[in-house]
């Protein structure tokens, strides 16, 4: 099994900035997906950030230009760096790893998922 810790997560106002980090441990497979996804207050996880060992990436057009996602393999550590917050990304935020996929966003490819780091966006 892969255990995945997300870290980073707090309250921010507008416009700031932050960063998350993933680590994982257990992954053996050489080739995978990593993925963010998040959930909002009465909506439906949303996966909105995701890469491959392909050096794929995929974004949803709402992150596209202000989120950017990377990876440093050799530490087994996915970041997530999220500029200019508005109060809509307010979410608890989830990394996942899983089978290697083009569909970056969709869940279903994910197999292990971390516990979630909460970020707050105020107004």
């Known amino acids: 099994a892969v255990t995945l810790t997300e870290s980073g997560g707090g309250s921010v106002q507008a416009g700031e900035s932050l960063r998350l980090s993933c680590t994982y441990f257990?992954?053996?497979?050489?080739?995978?997906?990593l993925g963010w996804f998040r959930r909002a207050p009465g909506k439906e996880r949303e996966g909105f950030a995701g890469?491959?060992?392909?050096?794929?990436?995929m974004y949803v057009n709402s992150v596209q230009g202000r989120f950017t996602i990377s990876q440093d393999s050799a530490r087994n550590v996915l970041y997530l760096k999220m500029n200019n917050l508005k109060p809509e990304d307010t979410a608890t935020y989830y990394c996942?790893?899983?089978?290697?996929?083009?569909?970056?966003?969709?869940?279903?490819?994910?197999?292990?998922w971390g516990q979630g780091t909460q970020v707050t966006v105020g107004t």
């Open positions: 890469i491959n060992t392909d050096g794929e990436i």
């Open positions: 257990g992954n053996s497979a050489t080739s995978y997906s």
């Open positions: 996942a790893i899983g089978h290697p996929t083009r569909h970056l966003l969709e869940y279903i490819p994910y197999n292990y």
